[in-house]
Nanobody, 120 residues
Framework: VQLDESGGRLVQAGDSLRLSCKAS??????AAWFRQAPGKERELVAV????????WYADSAKGRFTISRDNTEKTLYLQLNSLDVDDTAVYYC????????????????WGQGTQVTVSS
């Protein structure tokens, strides 16, 4: 599976942004967005079942971020609303085929990341 993120850029606090992740290659059953802020560990933001569309969100994302996917285009999205400076991070998409927990505890396929910077 190859994953290619796009959409990250410099925005102001309160702005909205949509990230995209184009997937290619073999099938997978779940896709996710992670983020890693400077000096912090990478954190899971949201996950979606690729066939079911069932979504899971981290507490930091609930009410502000929306994960979605276009099965036909094999593209994953993350809508970011009401951004604040604490959302500044590199955002990564990831995919996983088999899993036994929800959200999945591991992801085998990763993109290179896209930088989101929120200025005050």
């Amino acid at each position: 599976v190859q994953l290619d993120e796009s959409g990250g850029r410099l925005v102001q606090a309160g702005d909205s942004l949509r990230l995209s992740c184009k997937a290619s290659g073999r099938h997978f059953n779940a896709a996710a967005w992670f983020r890693q802020a400077p000096g912090k560990e990478r954190e899971l933001v949201a996950v979606i079942g690729w066939l079911t569309g069932i979504a899971w969100y981290a507490d930091s994302a609930k009410g502000r971020f929306t994960i979605s996917r276009d099965n036909t285009e094999k593209t994953l999205y993350l809508q970011l609303n009401s951004l604040d400076v604490d959302d500044t991070a590199v955002y990564y998409c990831a995919a996983q085929n088999g899993f036994s927990t929800w959200p999945p505890s591991r992801f085998d396929y990763w993109g290179q990341g896209t930088q989101v910077t929120v200025s005050s």
